[in-house]
Structures are given as structure tokens and as C-alpha cells.
């Protein structure tokens, strides 16, 4: 097998750029990343939304609440973001598809909240329009300080499923993805947005509802009494009763066994904390997706997410006219992190430039992938002063590095 | 020989797992539940249409043994897992279980903002004035004055009222009684479950081991005489004076009022829509 065409373990999407669409009859609209997100939402079903105001989330909040009423859903709006989490855990565990959207300060009040949904394996997806740090930082300024806190957020180990769009034609398309994940792997799926994102409008040909597959959550087909919510034998992904539908099972954030009772014993736990892993890592394919854009002969690469993306394809745009071969991976699933193609694409290029709105969050996967830690051949771009790393910016170093 | 009472706790408590309870000798919560389980037969309440929710503490614990929907969540939070259930299942009965820490330290946003929304929700609250579950720190109710592993020279804290609290914050239904006396309470929780709106119960309990070994309370009897002893029923507190009310717990219904309830306030706002989608077909 050649090098280039290695099979990777992960799956790469084709983004297809927009003049090709132009013998489609869709209606454009002006979009802002947010309302996307909540259109989204609403295509993949969601019925029950509870949140907390925050800039810069703030409108998914605001349209939901007059979207959701009229179509038969709930909104509230709650105390504060622990309380939103709470709320929608609850609400998913009465069979709803549940979700909050938050910044920064409130995804880290979320945390223990986002722990409990994964520990009970209860469907929900928090949306992280994220903002300049620490503390409450730069509520209007963009930032991606929140990558780490997205995986080790809260405490205890177990694998986060977190994606990441660029354009708002794809907050949407991942939105719906997020509740489709959410209800197949019940767990927790996280949708990062930069603050610019979220607030920026574009033109968008929205995806034909029809041909979008909606993902239910399994629901049990045995009698109550053979009912097992964490159902062993079913190759982790295990069907899931709600409240109110005669199968009165228990749910807590203790360790507890097949049953949902707590358990102090060694090898319920082991079974317990095997299955949080494995349901992740057994389904890598299904989970990470990465865009790959001009990087067939690139001999630099950038690896960037969300809004750098955008930065680093006029980047490169303006390299190609000067020869210069640099292409994009891009991770679309940041956690899951996309290993097998960051490892190939690391030896595929000679450099590769890693331009993140943090102090290095997103470089250190790769140092981890690579050996004496990326030494010379990792460049880092790194910015946390509130403004965007530009196009330029990211030209300049690829000259550099020539 | 089975007696009646012994037949309708075992059938609303699982039997499948989880016994022995974790609970001390002398402690409180097995009157509470057995209260909470008799009221709930009386009423003959299909199982499958409870969901009993809790958050950290001893009485906290009580979910795992009852066969209903049960939900045990995190420290303080009962309440708002307890709104996500309600206001997606509106028909389903939502009881939360809680204690003075729970509920009114590092709950004591969601438990405010509960009563203001009025939402249909029947909370239990098992007031042991002490954090048992850790072993004995004070609590937002530990009497100022008391000892507790986290004020050995006596409590500066002033306390909350729980139930002033409540009625503060707009609950309609708000009672308080204690464990030493059950009837009364199967009662007044039966009366709970029946209001429609957010409802209180306050259940004054005995913490014979840690609370009351540090305070020279006497065993569980000498404390559930003090219970008894200390506390006077609402009709006559019109009738006392200040000096004779003080240090009692006073008992019986503080409230009962009918006021919109949140889940129906919602569908209200929800037929607007209803009716046009209606109209324009």
C-alpha cells in the first residue's frame, strides 16, 4: 500500500465548495453560526432545551426559546448552568433530546453535571461557544482556550466525543450530528464554536431534511423485568428505557452495576468504566471525522480547527499561487483526537504549522504523536489576546518555513 | 404473621437488590420512608407514574430502595434533575428526597428558584440540623451554639428557618413535622403529593449517632422524646407567647395555597400555537 493512500482509521469528509451547488434549487439563507446551531437542533429533534444567558451563546437560547414552544417542545430558562445541565440530564432520562448551550464560565460550572451524563450514559449535547479566558475573560473576543476543558473537564476519565465546525453551513450539519452521536453512544457530545463563529453570518444552502438520517436512541424490547440499563451484553451501546415507561430502573453518579445499583465491587466497576471507554474507542471510524484539503503533494501542513481553519485555507490559497505546496488537515472530531491521520500526515510533510487561538492546547496531541516532541518540525501560531490569527499572519510564517 | 403495614412497604420497595440499607441505627429515614410509602399507598399511586429523585446525603439514599423511576444526582442538585423530568413529563408525580445540607447550603439556589416557579414538584426535606453522610460538620439548620466536627467550640451560625425560607420564596404548600410523629406525617406528605404546585415538607429528624453523641442528645428514645416534647402543633402557636414558642418546632401546614402552576403555565403558552396551526388547516 503507498504511502498516500494508507487507510486510516478515521474517516475523511469531502466538503464540497460552494460553487459546485450552484445547479441545486435549495434557498440561500443569511445565517449567523448560532442560529445554526439551533436549527440544527431543531432538525435533528430536539424538544427539550434549558440554559443559562451567556455571551457568546446567548441567541441559541433566544431562538430556541420561541422556536421550541411552537413546535410542541419545552424551553426554560434556569438559575444557572449547573442547573441547565441538571435540568437537561433529567429531561433526556424522560425521553427527551436534550440540550444547553453555554460559554466558557458556564461550561466550567457544567463540568460535574457533564461527568454525571457520562458516568449514566444519559444522551445530551452541550454547546460551548467559546470566549477569551480565564475567568470571564473576554466575553465578546474569540478564543479556543476551551480544547482541553472540552476532554478533561471534569473529573474521572471517560472519553469525550467533541466536533468542531468552521463555516455556519456546518454548525448546523454538526449540530444535528451531535444529537444523532448523543443518543447512539448516550454520553454527553460537546459541540465547540469560536466566538466568531457564532456570531458571524454567512450564506448557507442548508442540507435537504429528507436526506438527513435522524438517529433515535435504542429503546429495550424486553419485558421490565429482564431490563438492564447498562446492558452488558450488548457490545457497549446497549438499548435505553425512559422514566414513565414501566421499566423503573435506578440512575446514579455512584460506580454501579449492569442493574444501575451502586457498587463498590472490583469488577462491576472494571465492567463499568470499561464500557464508558470502549464504546468510544471501539467506534473510532464512526466517530472522528477530518477534512483534508490540498494536502495530495503538500510538503507543509497546517493542522487547525474551527475558525484557524479559515484563516489557514486563505492562507494557503495564496501559497498555491506562489507554488508553494502546503495543504490542511483539519479535525472535525476533536476528541476522539484523529491519531492515524495526524501520524500520517506527519510523516507525509516536512513541517507542519499549528496555528490555535490558546497557548498551545492543540500542539501537545501532536507533540504526543510525534518523536523528540515535534522538535523543528512543529510550528507553532499561537494568539490569546482576544483577536483572530489572519491569513497573513499564517502566509508570513509559511514563507518562513519554505 | 404479616401484619398490614409490613405489606405495603413491601411492595413499593425493591427486592431484587440493595439490602441492608446504609443507614445508622437510631436514624430517621427508614420513619421517613415508611411515612412517604404509606402515604403513597393510600393514594394508590401507580409506581411506574413516581419519579423519586435525590441528591447527596443520607436521606439522599432513599431512591435505591423504593421500586419507582429513581434518580440519584449530584450534591445539591436534586431539584433542578427533578424540573428536567417534570417539565418533559408533566403527568409523571416528581418527589425529590433531600436533607438541610442538600437542599438549603449547596442547593439553595435551585431550591428557592423551585418555589418561585411553582412548579409541580413534592420535595421531602429530612432536616437532621448535621452532614451525616461526612461524618458530622454543621449544616445551614446545626443549631447556633451546637457542636459539630467542624465547629468544636460551638456553632457561630446563625440558622435558616426552612420552611420561612419556602414560604418566601412563593411555595404553596409548606409543612413541618417530625419523625417522632409518623402519622402526622404520612399525612401531611399525602396532602403534598395531592397539591398542585410546588410542595414542602420538612421532616425534623434524629442523627442519634453523630449529631447526637455530639451534643449529649441521648440515644434515638431520649431524642425522639425531645422531638416530641419540643415541637407544638400550628393552632396553638396563636395562643403562646414568644418566650414559651422559643426553641419549638412548630408543626402542621404553614401553607396551602392554590397559585398557576409552572408545567400548566407552559402548556397554556403552548396553545396559542396549538389553535392557529388549528385555524389555518
Redesign the interface.
Known sequence: MSKKNEKLNEKVVEIQPADTQSADTRKVVLMQGNEAVAMGALAAGLNFYAGYPITPSTEIAEILSSELPKRGGKFIQMEDEIASICAIIGASLAGAKAMTATSGPGFSLMQEGIGYAKITETPCVVVDVQRGGPSTGLPTKPSQSDIMQSKWGSHGDAPAIVLYPHTVKECYELAIRAINLAEKYRTCVTLLLDEVLGHMREAVKLPDISNVRIINRLKPTVPPEWYKHYDENQKYLSPVASYGEGYRFHVTGLAHDALGFPTNKASEVATMMKRLKCKITHNIRDLVQIESYMMEDATIAIFAAGICARSAKAAIKSAREYGIKVGLLRPITIWPFPDDAVRKMLRDVDTVIVPELNEGQMIHELQRLTKDKGDGKLIPIQRTDGEMITPSHIFQVIKEVH | MANIPQRVIHKYL?H???FPHVWCAGCSNGIVLGDIIRAIAELNYN???I?M?SGIGCSSRM??YV????????HG?A???????K???P??KVIVITGDGDATAIGG??FI?ACRRNIDITMILINNNIYGMTGGQYSPTTPTGDRATTCPYGNIDPTFDICDLAMGAGATFVARTTAFHAIEAQGLIKQALEHKGFSLVEVVSACPVIYGRLNRKGGAPEMMMQMRDNSVPVQAVAKMSPEQLEGKIVRGILRNVDKREYCDA?EN??TQ?KSKEEASK
Open positions: 425493591r431484587n437488590k440493595k409506581r411506574d407514574g419519579t429523585v431512591p435505591v421500586d419507582f423511576n429513581t434518580l440519584h444526582t449530584l442538585r431539584i433542578p434533575f427533578a424540573t428536567g423530568v417539565f418533559q413529563k403527568e409523571q439556589n435551585h428558584h407552559y403558552l403552548c400555537f
